[in-house]
């Protein structure tokens, strides 16, 4: 059984924290062998995709050091725990089997006499049936007529994981003809996302996708009574027009309310659900279930890279050690993930941020003992050459270093394209990354200060051929891997987020005008 002890304790970090400011990646860049490491410093991932980490302040030392640590950190045996049904989440007391719901990568976890994946594989079909009916009109509305638009009603993990994954693909299925049902999701408690989504859509042809594992989550429910009314009024019956995606305990589970119910449990926490039920039913209904099968694929096959114990081969343990050392040894406070593909917009800001990193943040570790050392960076990102009119500015000559991580594919989804001056749309995207990538490392010197770049802005960049279902699912699960590999380096429980229920019990709080002090003035500010 490995052992779980704090970082600042292994004699492994000690010697890494000597290698501060090891690399000078301007002049590891420059010249021949600056393309000689580009070329070297790669490793490759699922789905055609490769991890170079050429621009990062790493070294053949640095990365024998990496190596050791993970060695000491017990990286790989600890992962084995995880998809062996050990309790990872000890916040909880819960086992974590989001890779379970992709592949089997060890022994078998029973549970209550249950095999949970074979639970998820049966779930899956349940969501791809279910699905299928819908395309091929044996499941209709009242009068009938096929459904069109299908609308995720969830919260956090259960909104933006799916979210980021349908926009992602919507391009792709339609240049690939698997495009089934428009999708639109309804997540913010105010009621004016809500009725924005419902003026959009034509009611008598949506679907709405009700999902909440315990079946008492106040935000959706609140909004699910929302559409319910709208629903109501347009004279249509709510039950021929909702299914929900629950545990087989909840009050959701076996309601009349619902067309049906596709099932979800304890081990698959909110952040990582976007490969059960909660993003299987909505992708399956927008694009087919083979589509969600092919992003499947792709993440077990880049789970399977995970449980590499050599360094090099495994793409997710090299990005999470590397961001270790530019957390905990460098010292940057900040991190960057920069798409300059846009069919990826929202993943640097929510699936690879939001969803996967929230819990990253504490200063206890996973026995609920102090930490003293820093633990996740602040994350943000920008899709396209967005970002070089944004924040671009700061990172180029901000007094902090921050570290970037750019995506860039290819080819685009549509094919659709123009040469103007020599140069395809898609090539010129792809040059700015290629641009920044060095301007960031080897910067510009210039008497005018205004002019001047210092450079030695390190950066990673994840290639891949074009963004498809599977480069998908690898992308998802490198970055899920990332920050698990992570939480164990810095002994965290990356499985809870005990931050947000805090601050759902205050609200409960509110609205029960159980309140004095500072929350009842502020409060009272709102007119609550």
């Given at each position: 059984m490995?052992?779980?002890?704090?970082?600042?304790?292994?004699?492994?970090?000690?010697?890494?924290?000597e290698?501060?400011?090891?690399?000078?990646?301007?002049a590891?860049?420059?010249?021949?062998?600056?393309?000689?490491?580009?070329a070297?410093?790669?490793?490759?991932?699922a789905?055609?995709?490769?991890?170079?980490?050429?621009?990062?302040e790493?070294?053949?030392?640095?990365l024998s050091?990496?190596?050791?640590?993970?060695?000491?950190?017990?990286?790989i045996?600890k992962?084995?725990?995880?998809?062996?049904?050990?309790?990872?989440?000890t916040?909880?007391?819960?086992m974590?089997?989001?890779?379970?719901?992709?592949?089997?990568?060890g022994?078998?976890?029973?549970?209550?006499?249950?095999?949970?994946r074979?639970?998820?594989?049966?779930?899956?079909?349940?969501?791809?049936?279910?699905?299928?009916k819908?395309?091929?009109?044996?499941?209709?509305?009242?009068?009938g007529?096929?459904?069109?638009?299908?609308?995720?009603?969830?919260?956090?993990?259960?909104?933006?994981?799916?979210?980021?994954?349908?926009?992602?693909?919507?391009?792709?299925?339609?240049?690939?003809?698997?495009?089934?049902?428009?999708?639109?999701?309804?997540?913010n408690?105010?009621?004016?996302?809500?009725?924005?989504?419902?003026a959009?859509?034509?009611?008598?042809?949506?679907?709405?996708?009700?999902?909440?594992?315990?079946?008492?989550?106040?935000?959706?429910?609140?909004?699910?009574?929302?559409?319910?009314?709208?629903?109501?009024?347009?004279g249509?019956?709510?039950?021929?027009?909702?299914l929900?995606?629950?545990?087989?305990?909840?009050?959701?589970?076996?309601?009349?309310?619902?067309?049906?119910?596709i099932?979800m449990?304890d081990?698959?926490?909110?952040?990582?659900?976007?490969?059960?039920g909660?993003?299987?039913?909505?992708?399956?209904?927008?694009?087919?279930?083979?589509?969600?099968?092919?992003?499947?694929?792709?993440?077990a096959?880049?789970d399977q890279l995970?449980?590499?114990?050599?360094?090099?081969?495994?793409?997710?343990?090299?990005?999470?050690?590397?961001?270790?050392?530019?957390?905990?040894?460098?010292?940057y406070?900040s991190?960057s993930?920069?798409?300059?593909?846009?069919g990826?917009?929202?993943?640097?800001g929510?699936?690879?941020?939001?969803?996967?990193?929230s819990?990253?943040?504490?200063?206890?570790?996973?026995?609920?003992?102090?930490?003293?050392?820093?633990?996740?960076?602040?994350?943000?990102?920008?899709?396209?050459?967005?970002?070089?009119?944004?924040?671009?500015?700061?990172?180029?000559?901000?007094?902090?270093?921050?570290?970037?991580?750019?995506?860039g594919?290819?080819?685009?989804?549509?094919?659709?394209?123009?040469?103007?001056e020599?140069?395809?749309?898609?090539?010129?995207?792809c040059?700015?990354?290629?641009?920044?990538?060095?301007?960031?490392?080897c910067?510009?010197?210039?008497?005018?200060?205004?002019?001047?770049?210092?450079?030695?802005?390190p950066?990673s960049?994840?290639?891949?051929?074009?963004?498809?279902?599977?480069?998908?699912?690898?992308?998802?699960?490198?970055?899920?891997?990332?920050?698990?590999?992570?939480g164990?380096?810095?002994?965290?429980?990356?499985?809870?987020?005990?931050?947000?229920?805090?601050?759902?019990?205050?609200?409960?709080?509110?609205?029960?005008?159980?309140?004095?002090?500072?929350l009842?003035?502020?409060?009272?500010?709102?007119?609550?």
């Open positions: 490995a052992t779980w002890k704090n970082l600042d304790t292994l004699d492994s970090f000690g010697k890494l924290k290698l501060k400011n090891h690399v000078d990646i301007a590891a860049l420059s010249g021949e062998e600056g393309g000689k490491r580009v070297d410093y790669s490793t490759p991932m789905a055609g995709l490769s991890y170079n980490y050429a621009a990062k790493v070294d053949e030392t640095v050091a990496l190596a050791k640590l993970a060695d000491e950190a017990q990286l045996d992962f084995q725990e995880l998809y062996n049904g050990a309790v990872i989440n916040g909880e007391n819960r974590v089997l989001h890779h379970l719901a992709r592949k089997q990568l022994n078998p976890v029973v549970v209550d006499g249950v095999d949970k074979e639970f998820y594989v049966a779930q899956q079909k349940k969501a791809a049936d279910f699905a299928n819908v395309h091929a009109g044996e499941i209709t509305n009242e009068a007529e096929k459904f069109t638009t299908v609308v995720q009603i969830g919260i956090g993990g259960s909104d933006l994981g799916p979210r980021a994954l349908y926009i992602a693909l919507e391009n792709w299925a339609k240049a690939n003809n698997t495009f089934k049902m428009e999708a639109k999701f309804i997540s408690v105010d009621p004016d996302d809500a009725a924005a989504v419902l959009s859509v034509d009611l008598a042809h949506s679907l709405f996708i009700v999902v909440s594992k315990s079946g008492t989550t106040l935000e959706t429910l609140t909004n699910e009574a929302f559409v319910k009314d709208a629903l109501t009024k347009a249509l019956n709510p039950s021929k027009h909702m929900a995606v629950t545990s087989e305990t909840s009050p959701l589970a076996k309601s009349e309310d619902y067309l049906t119910a099932f449990d081990y698959i926490g909110g952040r990582y659900s976007s490969v059960s909660v993003g299987g039913a909505i992708l399956s209904l927008a694009f087919g279930p083979e589509v969600f099968a092919q992003l499947l694929e792709g993440a096959a880049e995970a449980t590499n114990r050599d360094l090099m081969k495994n793409p997710d343990m090299l990005d999470a050690l590397i961001g270790i050392y530019e957390r905990n040894v460098q010292g406070p991190d993930c920069s798409s300059i593909f846009t990826i917009k929202p993943l640097p929510t699936t690879f941020s939001s969803v996967t990193w819990p990253m943040v504490k200063t206890v570790n996973r026995f609920g003992e102090p930490v003293n050392y820093v633990t996740g960076p602040v994350i943000f990102g920008e899709p396209g050459t967005n970002g070089q009119h944004s924040f671009y500015q700061l990172l180029h000559q901000g007094s902090d270093i921050v570290p970037l991580q750019f995506i594919f290819k080819n685009s989804q549509l094919g659709v394209d123009v040469d103007i020599n140069s395809t749309s898609q090539q010129k995207l040059a700015n990354v290629a641009a920044q990538i060095v301007a960031f490392a910067g510009k010197e210039d008497e005018n200060l205004n002019k001047n770049f210092k450079g030695k802005r950066s960049i994840i290639i891949g051929q074009q963004l498809t279902p599977a480069s998908l699912g690898a992308l998802l699960a490198h970055f899920e891997n990332k920050i698990m590999f992570q164990f380096v810095w002994n965290l429980n990356s499985f809870d987020q005990e931050g947000v229920q805090l601050g759902k019990v205050l609200a409960k709080r509110v609205l029960a005008h159980n309140t004095d002090g500072a009842k003035v502020f409060s009272d500010l709102l007119n609550i």
